[in-house]
């Protein structure tokens, strides 16, 4: 006999349910969106002769890429969440924002740009609340929503994002704090863009048209993907030293990282230096020799 928790499981999987996913970390979130909402929506839509292609991993983690179609990077979001009634896209403007600070200004610095900001996805699909359709948005109409709304910010407030702010169509902006505790990005700004200002085209839901389980949907992506070549270790080069390769993680993660030289013997504090320079450039770090015997590397 089925338990209580699998039947919960199968029901959300088949879009008969809906559930308030506001509070799950990151990684609880992309795993519900993944199991949950989009074998159903990328079921609907096939239906509709719209087959989304599989992508690697990397590309739904690193640039929010879910599928490909007619050759293009789009997006399917889960849009279920606590926040009120209404059908909007959930878009990310910022990382590492900065409160004193005009939004605007932050977003010159491309670090700061937020996943969908500076994402290549063409068109992003959305299940209403209701679940009774699939909307299909542009990604340049949704860009622009934010864009005005942050034009408005200006006139308003100076470019100052401290709390929430709607814009003259309905687009807001929210200043957010990630709940994922291993978030090395925690305050950001989002923004809710309402659907009826974005939207190019619309697909009604079919009941009778049902949802595969997430394993099989998986396995379906294995059968359509290429065959990889075999790939090797990559051939790191003498100065690439370990400890080099977690500081340039580190600078890319937060915009920069200091160490310590480490040794005071001339010839191989001189080493070391020379191999920090050379690492920067091959790994596109600006490298700075400090007075007190650090080094910094700036992303």
Same mark, same amino acid.
């Given at each position: ?73 789009i997006q399917i979001k889960l849009r279920r969440s606590g926040r009120d009634e209404r059908n909007d896209i959930s878009y990310e403007v910022c990382r590492n924002h900065d409160r004193g600070l005009p939004l605007e200004q932050q977003l010159l610095t491309k670090r700061q740009q937020g996943r969908d900001f ?22 340049? %109409? ?78 379906? %992506? ?10 090797? %270790? ?13 500081? %340039? ?51």
């Open positions: 006999m089925i338990d209580f928790n699998r039947m919960l499981v199968l029901l959300e999987s088949s879009g008969m349910t809906s559930a308030d996913f506001t509070g799950l970390s990151q990684d609880e979130r992309m795993a519900q969106g993944r199991d949950i909402g989009e074998p159903f929506i990328r079921a609907q839509l096939r239906a509709h002769g719209l087959d989304i292609k599989e992508v690697p991993p990397n590309l739904d983690i690193d640039q929010k890429v879910d599928g490909m179609l007619d050759g293009k990077p500076k994402g290549q996805v063409e068109k992003y699909y959305v299940m209403n609340r209701g679940e009774t359709e699939i909307y299909e948005a542009p990604a340049p %109409a949704i860009k622009r929503a934010v864009l005005k709304a942050i034009a408005e910010l200006n006139r308003s407030r100076n470019g100052i994002l401290s709390r929430p702010f709607t814009s003259s169509d309905g687009t807001e902006l929210r200043p957010t704090i990630d709940r994922d505790p291993k978030s090395f990005t925690p305050y950001k700004v989002m923004a809710f863009v309402p659907v009826d200002n974005v939207v190019s085209n619309s697909y009604p839901i079919d009941p009778n048209v049902k949802a595969e389980s997430p394993l099989i949907d998986r396995q379906r %992506a294995v059968r359509q993907a290429p065959a990889a070549p075999a790939a090797s %270790a990559p051939r790191r080069m003498p100065f690439e030293r370990p400890e080099f390769l977690q500081h %340039a993680e580190d600078a890319k993660a937060t915009g920069s990282k200091t160490f310590p030289i480490g040794s005071t013997q001339p010839r191989k504090k001189a080493e070391k230096i020379d191999d920090a320079k050379k690492f920067g450039k091959m790994h596109k770090l600006q490298v700075t020799i400090n007075p007190d015997d650090t080094i910094t590397f700036s992303a």
